[in-house]
């Protein structure tokens, strides 16, 4: 089955400690990006990769990092937490950037305290 | 500065009466647009899309609108089914970039 898959779906956390949310998928899709869902803000993106070893930022990308070592995988990683971290998480991948359709991960919900 | 805009935060409709959900975009770069919709718990799935080429795409009950020269599309359910009832968010991509609207929830009445 096709998909995109993040781990893990609910994370509570305390300021200052990394952690990194992992996203798969099996697609072999060359776009992968993480996207942050808050009230009232719609979907905005953090971090974009256009191939393995192709990573740029979006439009939300401070306090993030992200690696894309290999084609099927794409974390997002936190280096020391906020709480205005504290959001949902959406991995999302497709086969070309522009005019191809996002396939979405099921969310990581996170609490920074 | 918002530049996919879906001005209504919510909908509700009668079942088996039309849907049709709004979006204007102001960015004229964009060339490709997106519907998506989510249900609770799960991530954004594709519903249907448009390019700037055409004015109209048709899926089955889904029909998408693109009107250019006002930098607006709707999406149009009919019949709106209980089953829809979820949040629609609208999205726009081109000159390198992805933007999404903030949602619309739409709720479908039996």
Redesign the interface.
């Known amino acids: 089955e096709a998909q995109?898959t993040q781990n893990p779906r609910y994370l509570i956390t305390v300021t200052g400690k990394k952690l990194t949310v992992t996203c798969s998928q099996n697609m072999n899709h060359e776009y992968m990006?993480w996207?942050r869902q808050d009230p009232?803000?719609?979907?905005?993106?953090i971090y974009y990769s256009m191939n393995v070893e192709v990573t740029d930022k979006g439009?939300v990308p401070e306090g993030y990092k992200v690696s894309r070592k290999e084609k099927r995988n794409f974390p997002l990683i936190l280096e020391s937490p906020s709480p205005n971290q504290t959001s949902l998480y959406?991995c999302?991948s497709s086969f070309r950037?522009?005019?191809s359709?996002?396939?979405?991960?099921?969310?990581t919900r996170l609490t920074v305290t | 500065d918002q530049q996919v805009k879906?001005n209504s935060p919510s909908l509700s409709v009668q079942e088996g009466r039309i849907s049709i959900l709004n979006c204007d975009y102001t960015n004229s770069m964009f060339?490709?647009f997106?519907w998506?919709k989510k249900y609770p718990?799960?991530?954004?799935?594709?519903l249907i899309?448009i390019?700037s080429i055409k004015d109209k795409n048709e899926d089955g009950r889904f029909t998408v609108f693109l009107n250019k020269s006002a930098k607006h599309l709707s999406l149009h359910i009919v019949p709106s089914q209980p089953g829809d009832s979820a949040v629609y968010?609208c999205?726009a991509?081109?000159a390198?970039k992805?933007?999404?609207?903030?949602?619309t929830t739409l709720t479908v009445k039996p």
Request: glycine share 20%; no cysteine.
């Open positions: 995109v990006s996207y009232g803000l719609g979907l905005r993106q439009d959406f999302a950037r522009e005019d359709p996002l396939h979405f991960g099921n969310g | 879906q060339d490709y997106l998506y718990a799960e991530g954004p799935t594709f899309s390019s968010f999205a991509s081109g390198g992805s933007t999404f609207g903030d949602g």
